[in-house]
């Protein structure tokens, strides 16, 4: 079902929690399938099996049989091991097993707004500096960082362009300046609202880089187009350019990418801010 899934939309995966999201996603859809069939095959034999001609005077006794009862029951409790055997566990790894930001990962911050997403990285000593409104400046601080405050002298800020690391578990704490809007990674299977007014962990693994991925997709219909970022929430008249970008590098690509953020910080200074 998940190969079927893919030919007809599915992205393939490229995260360590993408597999059983995928296999929740098939299952589903074959449960969808045995109804649709069942249901539609009962309609049809009641539609010919009491037509008027057959039938010229009211039943008034009804159905004696169980069977539809018996049916229901069914349903219900293939329903309960869809979610007690198979969301569930999902579900809580996304909530309970957020990495603590003192573990060995990448940590970054989103802040959305219409209709960019804005990257907060903390640089070299893992502390993010502290944001403040009346900082704000769309053009040149989105997030109003204040750079005199501690940590904040190393941090950098992407717009619409977020770089992670392959095999490397990433925790990212996802925010709005606004409407809600919704982070969405279809190959990476993550997608999560971002509510205004709140702070929401979210974590996952790539398994394979941007080049590896440009390669899988030889010959399909996704040849020659990266990984984006997408909002799947309506939020406004611009939402249809709400898009992002994701880049997957090695260890190099990305030690080079973080060399690359240094130079910048150092040709800005902070009179810049």
Not at 239 to 251: A, K, N, S, V
């Amino acid at each position: 079902m998940i190969e079927i899934l893919r030919n007809y939309g599915l992205p393939i995966n490229i995260s360590i929690d993408g597999f059983a999201i995928d296999e929740v996603i098939g299952l589903i859809h074959w449960l969808m399938l045995i109804l649709f069939v069942g249901w539609g095959t009962f309609f049809i034999v009641s539609l010919v099996k009491f037509r008027q001609s057959k039938n010229p005077t009211a039943n008034y006794v009804g159905v004696k049989s169980h069977l539809s009862s018996l049916l229901e029951g069914v349903v219900a409790v293939v329903e309960i091991i869809l979610l007690v055997g198979f969301a569930f566990p999902i579900w809580a790894n996304r909530v309970s097993n957020v990495p603590d930001t003192r573990d060995d990962i990448i940590h970054a911050k989103i802040i959305a707004q219409q209709y960019v997403w804005n990257i907060h990285y903390p640089g070299e000593d893992g502390i993010f500096g502290s944001t403040k409104p009346n900082l704000v400046d769309e053009m040149d601080n989105p997030i109003g960082l204040d750079r005199a405050s501690i940590g904040a002298a190393d941090d950098f800020v992407t717009i619409n362009q977020l770089h992670i690391l392959k095999n490397k578990k990433i925790r990212i704490d996802l925010t709005t300046k606004d409407v809600i809007h919704s982070f969405t990674l279809p190959e990476l299977r993550v997608k999560q609202d971002a509510i205004p007014g709140m702070s929401i962990p979210i974590h996952f693994e790539a398994t394979m880089t941007s080049a590896e991925f440009l390669e899988e997709m030889k010959g399909t219909p996704r040849e020659g187009k990266g990984l984006e970022i997408a909002c799947a929430q309506l939020c406004g008249l611009g939402h249809y350019r709400m898009r992002g970008f994701l880049t997957i590098h090695d260890d190099q690509g990305y030690a080079d990418w973080i060399e690359e953020q240094k130079a910048y910080i150092d040709e800005e200074g902070d009179d810049d801010w």
